[in-house]
C-alpha cells in the first residue's frame, strides 16, 4: 500500500483540530449598533407621538368649528403605522445586539439578518414618509390646477407638528441606510474561518 508521511506516533496524531470560536467584528460593530438602533427607536417614537398630537380646532366662516388630525388623512394614519413598526423593531434589534455584546459571542446570521430587515423597515419608513410628506405638501401650496385649497394658512399647528414629524421620519430613514451600510460592511470585512484540513 501507499506509504504516509504523516508520523503515527506523534502524541496529537488523530485529534481533530477544534472549530475556531466566531469572534465579534473588530472596530465595536454592535455598540455602534446598538448606539444606531437606539437613535431610530427615538426618532421614531418622536414622530408618532408629534403626529399623533397634531390636532388644531378653528372657526371656519360658513362651516363653524372644523377639527384637523392625523386620523382625518389614510396618508397620515398609514405613516403613524410604519413608524410604530419601526419603533418596536427597533427595540426587537436593540435586545439583539446588547446580548451579543454582553455574551461576547455572535453567530454571522445576526447580520445576515439585520442586513435584510434593517432595507425592508428603511423601505417602510421612506415609503410612510414619502406619502405624509406628498399630502402635507398639498396642504401647505394647494393645487390650482385641480382647486384644491391650501390648509396650513389655516391650520398652522397642526401643519408645524407635522413637518416636524416629517422632519424626524427623515433623520429615522438616515439612520436605517447607516445601519444598512454597517451590517453588510460588517460582513464584507468579517475574518473568514480557516477550512479544517
Known amino acids: ?17 477544534p472549530p475556531p470560536k ?11 449598533d446598538v448606539a444606531l438602533r437606539v437613535l431610530l427607536f427615538a426618532a421614531a417614537l418622536t414622530a408618532v407621538i408629534v403626529m399623533v398630537t ?17 386620523n382625518h388623512t389614510p396618508a397620515f394614519i398609514y405613516f403613524v403605522v410604519a413608524l410604530s413598526v419601526a419603533g418596536l423593531y427597533s427595540l426587537i434589534t436593540i435586545l439583539a445586539s446588547a446580548s451579543v455584546i ?9 447580520l445576515i439578518h439585520f442586513a435584510y430587515t434593517d432595507v425592508l423597515i428603511l423601505g417602510l419608513v421612506a415609503s410612510a414618509t414619502g406619502s405624509a410628506g406628498g399630502v402635507a405638501y398639498v396642504g401647505l401650496k394647494g393645487n390650482k390646477h385641480v382647486g ?15 413637518a416636524g ?33
Request: proline share 9%; net charge positive; glycine share 4%.
Open 102 to 110: 454582553l455574551k461576547k459571542i455572535f453567530s454571522p446570521k445576526f
Open 54 to 70: 397634531s390636532e388644531q380646532t378653528k372657526l371656519i366662516p360658513g362651516l363653524g368649528h372644523r377639527k384637523a388630525k392625523f
Open 22 to 32: 466566531p469572534e465579534v467584528p473588530a472596530g465595536n460593530y454592535f455598540v455602534l
Open 1 to 17: 500500500m501507499a506509504s504516509t508521511d504523516k508520523p503515527t506516533d506523534h502524541p496529537e496524531h488523530g485529534k481533530e483540530i
Open 148 to 162: 384644491w385649497n391650501k390648509v396650513c394658512s389655516t391650520y398652522d399647528t397642526f401643519c408645524h407638528h407635522v
Open 165 to 197: 414629524s416629517l422632519a424626524v421620519s427623515l433623520l429615522a430613514s438616515v439612520v436605517l441606510v447607516f445601519l444598512s451600510w454597517l451590517s453588510i460592511f460588517s460582513l464584507h470585512s468579517r475574518p473568514t474561518t480557516p477550512t479544517p484540513r
